[in-house]
């Protein structure tokens, strides 16, 4: 295709094109989006929409910032990718980054949460083998979960309609329902090599762990000597006014996975782990792309950026301000039974599907997500401001109004 006829090209004709070689495991929107600047995006047509999706929680820094996009063009002007045979200088920075602000010791990069997710289960399976000397290990994983659509991350995804199709999965998943500390402890067997959870579960409806629950599981994996792994790739990356959620309660898992904001645009995800629980080694685990020299100056500049722009306490404030005006409306409309979330992850339950409304936002500029069929899920960039939320309230109740 020529580039004259890439700008005369409309939107229709693009979807069209794409449904035609694309394989159809998305139901689309029906956009085309060309550029973001801040916090909006806009479709090749050229109208503005306010972003409340930021990418499924991935553009913390909003779309255009200039530090983290002259840092990546640098790298790209240096070098892109070298194997993980040998050092750079990039990853080692990443490296203290991560783990500075995770609490971790260690940290393996990947290219995507799906992918950290892998790694971790690995990781809890290589700690049991080390301590049992057999390779029957079974990994506590919660209802409504969900880690990814690998096999492996499949295997401890608590929601039926996303296993069954691809089953026999790896075997060793036993589920458990979130926030009942007492029903996790009935399935500790002696086999059992890890408790995995969501710090707080996006996709299955924005439900926090609450602190009974949580500081329970670390007590249970001290007790048991297994390992608490943390799955914060939705939900860290200073999401909820940490840079982790787990440092709400109190407490440090074994591992932790963490990916979305943590590139910012750039696919990177990564799994990270106190020494005790480092148990790979050389030959258990590997990655060609992972770790590589661009995808690492994305990661530092995100951390540069988090930094400079204190975007965590700029979370709190606007998340403190996005809850109160939440309540509102949940307090507006007797469709809506439930809010919950904290910082720029929260979510509103309502008692008929969301997906009417969704369709009628988007029509008047606003993107949203759903967290199942009743839940909008709210995950701006990090970087709004009390007028966008402003606006964001305005677009939301002029939907609802519109389809109820």
């Known amino acids: 295709m020529s580039k004259s006829e890439d700008k005369s090209l409309t939107a229709k004709e693009c979807m069209q094109r794409t449904e035609e070689v694309i394989m159809h495991t998305y139901n689309r929107y029906p956009i085309?989006?060309?550029?973001?600047?801040?916090?909006?995006?806009?479709?090749?047509?050229?109208?503005?929409?306010?972003?409340?999706?930021?990418?499924?929680?991935?553009?913390?820094?909003?779309?255009?910032?200039?530090?983290?996009?002259?840092?990546?063009?640098?790298?790209?002007?240096?070098?892109?990718?070298?194997?993980?045979?040998?050092?750079?200088?990039?990853?080692?920075?990443?490296?203290?980054?991560?783990?500075?602000?995770?609490?971790?010791?260690?940290?393996?990069?990947?290219?995507?949460?799906?992918?950290?997710?892998?790694?971790?289960?690995?990781?809890?399976?290589?700690?049991?083998?080390?301590?049992?000397?057999?390779?029957?290990?079974?990994?506590?994983?919660?209802?409504?979960?969900?880690?990814?659509?690998?096999?492996?991350?499949?295997?401890?995804?608590?929601?039926k309609k996303y296993r069954e199709a691809f089953e026999p999965l790896i075997g060793g998943a036993v589920f458990a329902t979130y926030n009942d500390l007492e029903d996790v402890r009935s399935k500790i067997t002696d086999k059992t090599a890890a408790i995995l959870l969501e710090t707080i579960q996006g996709e299955g409806g924005v439900y926090p762990a609450t602190k009974e629950f949580i500081t329970g599981i670390r007590k249970l994996c001290d007790e048991h000597d297994i390992l608490m792994i943390l799955d914060e790739i939705q939900c860290g990356m200073g999401r909820t006014g940490t840079m982790f959620a787990y440092e709400n309660y109190g407490v440090k898992p074994d591992v932790v996975t963490i990916a979305k904001a943590l590139g910012c645009g750039i696919p990177v995800g990564a799994f990270a782990t106190t020494e005790k629980a480092a148990a790979l080694v050389a030959g258990d685990h590997g990655t060609t792309y992972g770790g590589n020299p661009l995808a690492m100056a994305a990661v530092n500049a995100v951390f540069d950026q988090f930094e400079e722009l204190q975007i965590l306490e700029h979370v709190k404030m606007v998340g403190a301000y996005l809850f109160e005006q939440l309540e509102l409306v949940k307090e507006k409309y007797d469709c809506i039974i439930g809010h919950r979330g904290v910082g720029l992850i929260q979510g509103l339950e309502f008692c008929v599907p969301v997906g009417d409304i969704i369709k009628k936002a988007i029509e008047g500029g606003l993107i949203l997500i759903n967290a199942g069929a009743d839940v909008i899920r709210f995950v701006p960039p990090l970087v709004i401001e009390k007028e966008h939320v402003d606006e964001m309230i305005r677009k939301l109740t002029a939907s609802i109004d519109a389809v109820m």
């Open 32 to 159: 085309v989006w060309d550029k973001g600047s801040g916090v909006d995006l806009y479709d090749i047509e050229g109208k503005k929409y306010l972003d409340f999706v930021s990418g499924i929680a991935v553009h913390a820094l909003g779309y255009e910032n200039e530090k983290w996009k002259t840092a990546i063009k640098d790298q790209l002007d240096k070098l892109t990718h070298i194997s993980n045979y040998y050092y750079s200088v990039p990853m080692m920075q990443a490296a203290e980054n991560v783990t500075k602000a995770s609490g971790m010791d260690r940290v393996f990069f990947t290219n995507s949460g799906t992918e950290a997710v892998e790694g971790a289960i690995k990781t809890a399976r290589k700690y049991y083998y080390n301590k049992k000397g057999k390779a029957d290990s079974e990994i506590i994983a919660m209802d409504h979960s969900f880690h990814g659509r690998s096999l492996g991350s499949l295997s401890v995804t608590g929601t």
